[in-house]
C-alpha cells in the first residue's frame, strides 16, 4: 500500500500565510492526474512546525475526503512533545487518515531509550499505522538502528522514512528485522539507491514538481525495469539538488508559485527564497523533459 513516489505535499497557503483551501485541493487533484502514488500532508514540506493543531486536523480532513482513497494519505503527526503527538497521532486517525509519519522529537533530544519510549507510547495510545522517521540534519536526533529494531516489534510500527542518506543502513536493518516492515527513502539525492538496496520507495520533495517523473522512476524499478528508471532519475538530479538551495520548503514552494500552481505565500520564519537563486531554479526546471 505504501510504495513508489510518495509526494511530501506543500500547505499552499494566500499571501497573509492563511491556508489557501482552494490550491491543496488543486495540488491533490494534480497528483492523482499525474500517478502519485500516496501523499503525506503536514511532513517537514508542509510546514508542520508552524500549523496549529485545529489547521493540522482540518488539511488531514480535507485531504482524506477529496482523495476519498484513489490514493493512500500519511499524515504528519509528529512532535517533540509524546502528549502532542499521541494528539495529533489519534486525531488523523478520527479523520480517517491512511497511516500517520512520525519525525523523532526535535531540539530535546532524547537518548536511545527516551525515543524509544516516546514511540512506544504513541504505539500503545493510537490504533493505525506508524511510520517512523529518521531525519537528524532538521531534528538534531538520530533514531539508532538497535532502536528501529526494537521499535519494529510494536504492532502498529510498520516502517520508517529514512532520511539520512545513509546507504548502510538499509542493509544492517533488513538483515536484524524479521517481520513485514516498510523501507522509504527521503532523500530525493540517494533514493534510487536505497530501493536498490531493499527499499520500496521514496516521499519525495522533488515530487512536487515533476510527479509524473518520479512516478515513472518509481513504478520502473519496481517493476524491474532499474535501466530506464535511473536514466529518468538523470534527467531530475539538478532540481533534487536545487530543492534544498534553501531550507525546505522555501525552493520547492517559490518553484510552484513560478509555475502557477500556488500563491506566494509562506510561514515565518520562513521567507521567499532569495532572488540570487532565482533564475537558476527556472532554468533546471525548464530543462526537464
Known amino acids: 500500500m505504501f510504495q513508489g513516489s510518495i509526494v511530501a505535499l506543500v500547505t499552499p497557503m494566500n499571501p497573509d500565510g492563511s491556508i489557501d483551501i482552494g490550491n491543496f485541493k488543486n495540488l491533490l487533484d494534480f497528483h492523482i492526474k499525474n500517478k502519485t502514488d500516496g501523499v503525506v500532508v503536514l511532513g517537514t514540506t508542509g510546514e508542520c512546525p508552524t500549523i496549529d493543531f485545529e489547521e493540522h486536523t482540518f488539511l488531514i480532513k480535507e485531504a482524506v475526503a477529496h482523495i476519498d482513497r484513489k490514493i493512500p494519505v500519511i499524515a504528519g503527526t509528529g512532535a517533540n512533545s509524546t502528549k502532542e503527538a499521541i494528539f ?20 530535546n533530544k532524547p537518548n536511545q531509550k527516551g525515543l524509544y519510549e516516546h514511540y512506544k507510547a504513541i504505539n500503545d495510545s493510537v490504533d493505525i499505522p506508524q511510520i ?36 548502510d543502513r538499509i542493509n544492517i536493518l533488513k538483515d536484524k528485522i524479521q517481520n513485514e516492515f516498510i523501507f522509504i527513502s527521503g532523500d530525493d539525492l540517494t533514493f534510487l539507491e536505497y530501493m536498490e538496496n531493499g527499499g520500496c520507495g521514496v516521499i519525495s520533495v522533488t515530487a512536487n514538481i ?29 532540481l533534487h539538488e536545487a530543492m534544498f538551495i534553501e531550507s525546505n520548503p522555501i525552493p520547492v514552494k517559490w518553484l510552484l508559485n513560478y509555475l502557477g500552481l500556488i500563491q506566494k505565500g509562506i510561514r515565518l520564519p520562513l521567507v521567499e527564497l532569495d532572488k540570487k537563486y532565482q533564475d537558476d531554479l527556472i532554468k533546471i526546471v525548464r530543462a526537464i523533459k
Do not use: W
Open 88 to 107: 495529533l497521532t489519534q486525531a488523523a486517525k478520527e479523520v480517517g487518515a491512511d497511516a500517520c509519519l512520525l519525525v523523532t522529537p526535535y531540539y
Open 132 to 167: 517512523l522517521y529518521n531525519v537528524p540534519a532538521r531534528t538534531g536526533c538520530d533514531l539508532e538502528n538497535d532502536t528501529v529494531i526494537s521499535l519494529s516489534k510494536l504492532s502498529n510500527i510498520i516502517g520508517i522514512k529514512d532520511a539520512t542518506g545513509e546507504l
Open 210 to 238: 515533476r510527479p509524473d517523473l518520479m512516478h515513472n522512476i518509481c513504478n520502473n524499478f519496481l517493476n524491474g525495469n532499474t535501466e530506464k528508471s535511473f536514466s529518468i532519475n538523470e534527467q531530475l538530479k539538478s
